[in-house]
């Protein structure tokens, strides 16, 4: 996993689906808080700007979503602020 993580092409996705449960699978909401805290922060397999990339302007160019997934005059306000020493995924089953 690490080795095909560290690729530049790699980006991250959730394959959590909006089903019919009230109960959603907790990649539903825990998906990037996990990749950047595990691969960036605690084992340092990528930098953390790197990660950010992967979950932001890799999947939205992969996906046509124009001026979304970085920060630019112009571009949309798609931003995220966190504390990286508090960054955890908390998504559990029985709370997503």
Do not use: Q, W
């Amino acid at each position: 996993m690490e080795k095909v993580i560290k690729k530049d092409y790699i980006n991250i996705v959730s394959d959590s689906l909006y089903g019919d449960s009230d109960v959603p699978h907790p990649r539903k909401y825990g998906t990037f808080a996990k990749f950047i805290a595990e691969y960036a922060i605690d084992k340092k397999t990528i930098s953390l700007t790197s990660a950010i990339k992967k979950c932001t302007y890799l999947p939205a160019t992969r996906m046509s979503l124009m001026n979304r997934g970085y920060i630019a005059d112009g571009a949309c306000a798609d931003i995220l602020i966190f504390n990286r020493d508090k960054l955890k995924d908390n998504a559990t089953y029985g709370e997503p």
